[in-house]
């Protein structure tokens, strides 16, 4: 098989774009030398206030520990349940078990892949601490409506697991910043990524913001003094260092993820082949572009040959997993068994020209015949 001419993710070119910056950024850093919570960590902490309205960011090591952070913080633990979807990467349900509590897989809208809102309320049970909706691909779950059932029961908290829609809007407002606490992720491939790992999380509630520090930090009040159990949490000056020199094209990638997501769209409907759908009033960052194709194994194969990567998000639901199958308390999930077999994600990112995009198409085309 030759190998892919077409990046499935296009870092290079982002890095050949942004290099001077970005080595700038890091010489600073190797200069001054603070490598652990260095003044690049609070300069990208108030940009990301900036950008996302938040009153509250606390950057750390991963989205998967801004996740497990934020459930900390909120004290969920043993014998709570938090509401979430199956169809997502392992690391959405798998803070959930870390803390001892246990997920309930409610199903997706099949047009989206996103959380179905029409059947959360039926999934609280009063041992039900959080709801933790996932924006997939790209895309904000209904967060309104969220809130709303949220609000119904107790105020329940809403973390939505954003780590791959960093820049979406939902409603005029961004994503992170939707509702209780917002999680995102800077793994390289997400719309914003450092050259590790990182993340971030969200909050506009003084006290969770309070906790989250701590917690990022071995539960530290201050140094020696640990009020709370905690973990190693923090992230990087270094990778805050780069995500401060890629925000400087941020924008600009936004706004092309958002023109080839609407390019690829008129093209695959031109072609007949069926697609995730964008709602009217959610702007998708397009983290992933994804369609649905029957013989997914064929298809993928003949695009391989052709030079065109393929990815699918996700093949396995959750809820299907050897780790969560036993723990899991779940109702049927049809739409999120469906989805996982027949979605594919193509090769997106902001580099990405027309022609190349007319090129996968065809040959998406040609490979579905
Ligand atoms: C990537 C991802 C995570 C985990 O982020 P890491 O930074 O890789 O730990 C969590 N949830 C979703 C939906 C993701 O796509």
């Known amino acids: 098989m030759p190998s892919p001419?077409?990046?499935?993710?296009?870092?290079?070119?982002?890095y050949e774009a942004l290099k001077p910056r970005i080595q700038e950024r890091i010489n600073a850093v190797l200069e001054h030398?603070?490598?652990?919570?260095?003044?690049?960590?609070?300069?990208?902490?108030?940009?990301?206030?900036?950008?996302?309205?938040?009153?509250?960011?606390?950057?750390?090591?991963?989205?998967?520990e801004a996740l497990l952070i934020s459930l900390m913080a909120l004290g969920i633990g043993r014998g709570d349940e938090v509401i979430t979807t199956a169809f997502t990467f392992a690391a959405t349900a798998e803070v959930i078990a870390l803390v001892g509590a246990t997920p309930v897989f409610v199903d997706v809208e099949a047009d989206t892949g996103n959380i179905d809102v029409t059947l959360v309320e039926q999934a609280i049970t009063p041992r039900t601490k959080a709801i933790m909706p996932v924006s997939l691909y790209g895309q904000p779950a209904d967060m309104d409506e969220l809130n709303a059932i949220a609000a119904r029961h107790g105020n329940l908290p809403v973390i939505e697991d954003a780590a791959q829609s960093f820049g979406a809007d939902y409603k005029g407002r961004k994503s992170c910043n939707l509702s209780s606490?917002?999680?995102?992720?800077?793994?390289?491939?997400?719309?914003?990524?450092?050259?590790g790992d990182g993340g971030a999380i969200f909050t506009n509630d003084d006290a969770i913001a309070k906790a989250c520090r701590e917690i990022r930090v071995h539960g530290q009040e201050r140094r020696y003094v640990h009020t709370r159990v905690g973990v190693g949490g923090r992230m990087d000056t270094l990778q805050c260092a780069i995500v401060l020199a890629k925000l400087e094209r941020f924008e600009w990638e936004v706004e092309q993820r958002l023109a080839l997501g609407a390019l690829y769209n008129r093209m695959l409907d031109e072609a007949g082949i069926s697609r995730v759908q964008q709602r009217a009033d959610r702007t998708s960052v397009f983290?992933?572009?994804?369609?649905?194709?029957?013989?997914r194994d064929q298809v993928q194969a003949a695009l391989s040959e052709c030079g065109v990567p393929t990815a699918v998000h996700y093949p396995i639901p959750?809820?299907?997993?050897?780790?969560?199958?036993?723990?899991?308390?779940?109702?049927?999930?049809?739409?999120?068994?469906?989805?996982?077999?027949?979605?594919?994600?193509?090769?997106?990112?902001?580099?990405?020209?027309?022609?190349?995009?007319?090129?996968?198409?065809?040959?998406?085309?040609a490979s579905t015949k």
């Open 5 to 14: 001419v077409i990046p499935f993710i296009d870092l290079k070119s982002q």
């Open 33 to 64: 030398g603070q490598y652990i919570m260095g003044p690049e960590v609070k300069e990208l902490e108030a940009k990301l206030q900036d950008y996302t309205g938040s009153k509250h960011c606390i950057t750390v090591s991963s989205g998967t």
């Open 181 to 195: 606490i917002g999680c995102t992720s800077f793994f390289p491939s997400k719309p914003l990524g450092c050259y």
């Open 287 to 295: 983290a992933q572009y994804s369609v649905f194709v029957e013989n």
């Open 318 to 365: 959750l809820n299907e997993q050897p780790a969560y199958k036993d723990m899991s308390v779940v109702g049927d999930t049809p739409v999120t068994r469906k989805l996982a077999q027949k979605v594919m994600s193509l090769p997106m990112s902001p580099d990405l020209d027309e022609a190349t995009m007319a090129l996968i198409v065809k040959t998406l085309v």
